[in-house]
């Protein structure tokens, strides 16, 4: 049996469970009224757009044009990232979209090509779904990550020039902080994990059953998105071996020991 379609009327009727987060949000006088309403909309008018081109993006099948879609994901995750950290866009937006990059191509052709062995890797059917679970694990997780590196590094400047000054290494001295972004980073994911399938059914699971497909081959699929999702946080892609989280909270400090000196 195929996957029971939602009619608009149903959808509307869905999205009227929105009143109550939305009541309580203006009861409490949060100040975040306007931004759930706005945020909403938003993705309802985004996703049915997405919607439409991915029909188009399924039709057509171009391994050009579905890597396109994923450099256009790179470069609206990589703005994401840099608003939500307010980090400087100039210096930062490059090596951060070329972290992205690399890492979702890396895991994603592993996993798609290697474990699931699809003759054409570009396939529209994989690549693209693949790619954007990736994506998103990313954002969020370098997001925690680089917001908690930057504010313990602002907000413990006397520890990290001590460090200095009794003779570590810079990557001694950015250590403490980097070790507290990879905590916070990390703790989510890893929390889900342990309960998965106990406390909640995941989302690619519940998806594929929704699908029609068998439990055995959703739970497979799951348990290898699980792992993709916690090798790509720390995938290794600059020359020097180091993670992407690594690498990027180290041109932060870069930056911000640069703003100190002058």
């Known amino acids: 049996m195929g996957t029971i379609d939602i009619s ?8 009227l469970l929105l009143l109550i987060p939305l009541f309580y949000i ?23 757009f997405i919607g439409i081109y991915l029909n188009y993006l399924f039709l057509w099948d171009n391994p050009w ?9 790179i470069f609206v995750a990589s703005q994401t990232a840099l608003a939500r950290t307010q980090l400087k866009r100039k210096i930062l937006l490059l090596p951060i979209s ?13 996993f798609i090509g290697i474990v699931l ?8 059917r994989y690549f693209i779904p693949i790619f954007g679970i990736l994506m998103g694990n990313m954002l969020s997780s370098n997001v925690i990550a680089l917001n908690t590196y930057y504010s313990g590094l602002k ?6 020039r001590y460090l200095l000054g009794n003779g570590a290494t810079k990557a001694e001295a950015q250590a403490p902080f980097i070790r507290q972004a990879i905590i916070k980073s990390f703790s989510p994911l890893i929390a889900n994990i342990s309960v998965m399938g106990l406390v909640a059914f995941p989302g ?8 029609g497909s068998s439990p055995n081959v959703a739970i497979k699929y799951q348990m290898m998105i699980m792992v993709i999702k916690l090798c790509d946080k720390f995938i290794k892609n600059d020359k020097m ?9 180290y041109i932060c400090n870069q930056i911000f020991s640069s703003n100190n000196e002058n």
Request: with cysteine.
């Open 8 to 15: 608009y009327l149903s959808l509307g009727i869905g999205l």
């Open 26 to 48: 203006w009861k409490f006088k949060t100040g975040l009224l306007r931004a759930t309403v706005i945020g909403t909309a938003r993705m309802i008018v985004q996703l049915f």
């Open 65 to 73: 044009i579905n890597f396109l879609w994923v450099i256009v994901m």
């Open 98 to 110: 070329a972290g992205f990059l690399c890492s979702v191509v890396c895991v994603g052709l592993y």
């Open 117 to 124: 062995r699809v003759e054409n890797v570009f396939s529209a």
């Open 155 to 160: 907000r413990e400047q006397q520890l990290y």
């Open 204 to 211: 690619t699971m519940i998806g594929q059953i929704l699908g």
């Open 241 to 249: 071996g180091n993670s992407y989280s690594y690498f990027i909270c």
